[in-house]
């Protein structure tokens, strides 16, 4: 059962690709964020973007300024949602402070040439999707080294509660050959994140279901089940891992042109998608949580 004791700083990491910020979900305006949280925590740019950052400055939680990948803010997003339902949820729950870390920028892989790729130059250049370039596995390394020190120096202890591995998408139109190593690149990055944090924590990977967009594109149609078999041996042999798949979602439908889930581009996810992600990660951790008596 998964307990919280006054002392434990929970930690969310989000990381990946354009689903992992809502791409072209902007939030209506009354929905939006503005009032910072106030048992909710982010890591703003720019006080946070560096790769060679000595503490991790952190801020109550808003909508906007808290992806340390590219700008892109206030939209509909699996880490939004997630930060507004803890929030509701703390005093009733007596859930502790929440720690979110959000990295992601569109169109970005982990094989060779995207930035979450480890050999990726270190350039820092800050900005929206077609002018921000970051080495993203060095900096999120030296962002986690940062936060769990820096609650441990607090006398917190630092529990991280998953990675949610939005990504993977970019590598469906790779040549097949490039793939065969998928799964040791995936393997060395989150090793990175484990060393980094000094702790082994759950990845959830979520399920590439974007097919007849990749067929439609010309890309090889294996690749889609390659990834997905490199994610599902993953969720299975790192501990308390797992696979999310939007076709779990209540709206899935596959004889929809773009299966209940998907924006007209047929790759990236609904508003109502991104808030049933969000469900699921907070049923995940409450479903077993019990509070520690105070």
């Known amino acids: 059962m998964m307990q919280f004791s006054p002392s434990d700083a929970p930690i969310l ?69 997630f930060a507004k339902k803890w929030q509701e949820r703390c005093a009733a729950a007596h859930l502790p402070d929440l720690s979110i870390i959000r990295i992601s ?27 921000v370039r970051i080495a993203l596995f060095p900096m999120a390394c030296q962002i986690l080294r940062c936060a769990v020190s820096g609650f441990r ?8 509660l998953a990675l949610h591995w939005i990504g993977g998408e970019e590598e469906t139109g790779a040549p097949p050959e490039e793939l065969l190593g998928l799964e040791a690149l995936y393997r060395r990055i989150f090793t990175g994140f484990f060393e980094a944090a000094e702790t082994q924590f759950p990845i959830r990977f979520y399920k590439i279901l974007s097919r007849r967009r990749s067929l439609a594109m010309g890309e090889p149609p294996e690749n889609i089940d390659g990834i997905n078999r490199v994610f599902h041996h993953l969720a299975g042999s790192l501990p308390g891992s797992g696979m999310i798949s939007a076709e779990d979602f209540p709206g899935w439908d596959p004889q929809d042109p773009q299966c209940g889930i998907f924006q007209p581009d047929g790759v990236h996810y609904t508003r109502a998608v991104q808030e049933w992600f969000a469900q699921e990660a907070f049923r995940q951790i409450t479903d077993t949580y019990q509070p520690v008596q105070r």
């Not at 060779?112 to 999707?129: C, D, F, H, V």
């Not at 120096?153 to 991280?160: E, L």
């Open 13 to 81: 990491l989000v990381f990946g690709q354009s689903n992992a910020h809502g791409h072209h979900l902007p939030m209506a305006p009354e929905d939006r964020i503005r009032t910072p949280l106030a048992n909710v925590w982010g890591l703003r740019q720019p006080e946070n973007q560096s790769y060679r950052l000595a503490d991790a400055v952190w801020s109550p939680y808003t909508s906007d300024g808290t992806n340390l990948g590219e700008i892109q803010d206030h939209t509909y997003c699996m880490p939004n949602f």
């Open 105 to 131: 920028i569109g169109a970005q892989g982990v094989t060779k040439p995207y930035m979450w790729n480890p050999e990726y130059p270190q350039i820092l250049t800050p900005g929206a999707l077609g002018t």
């Open 153 to 160: 120096r607090a006398g917190k202890v630092p529990r991280i």
